[in-house]
């Protein structure tokens, strides 16, 4: 059984940088993919971002250029840096792990964290 444990997240103001967070609690696995989602109120889940093993990333359009999604060393963790936040970026952040390749839909993720809260005020 995979666990997630995020951290990070806060109340920042329009411009602000926020770092996210996430580790699991095994270390390796042959091929795998780490995602982040975030909900906000009313909204259904949405892809952020997604790396794979070798480090491939992908970005939702909104974020490019603002948010880079990187690995730890030791594959454990997944961290999320938001740069120049925007009040659409308040929401409910969920780091994702799953067994093979990235993908941009939240059913085909196996394993999820706890979530953690962004709210950027105007």
């Known amino acids: 059984q995979v666990q997630l444990v995020e951290s990070g997240g806060g109340l920042v103001q329009a411009g602000d940088s926020l770092s996210l967070s996430c580790e699991r609690s095994v270390r390796s696995f042959s091929n795998y993919a780490w995602g982040w989602f975030r909900q906000a109120p009313g909204r259904e889940r949405e892809f952020v971002a997604s790396i794979d093993r070798s480090g491939l990333t992908s970005y939702t359009d909104s974020v490019k250029g603002r948010f880079t999604i990187s690995r730890g060393n030791d594959e454990k963790m997944v961290y999320l840096q938001m740069n120049n936040l925007k009040p659409d970026d308040t929401a409910v952040y969920y780091c994702?792990?799953?067994?093979?390749?990235?993908?941009?839909?939240?059913?085909?993720?196996?394993?999820w964290g706890q979530g953690t809260q962004v709210t950027v005020s105007s």
């Open positions: 994702a792990f799953r067994f093979g390749g990235p993908r941009d839909q939240a059913s085909q993720y196996d394993y």
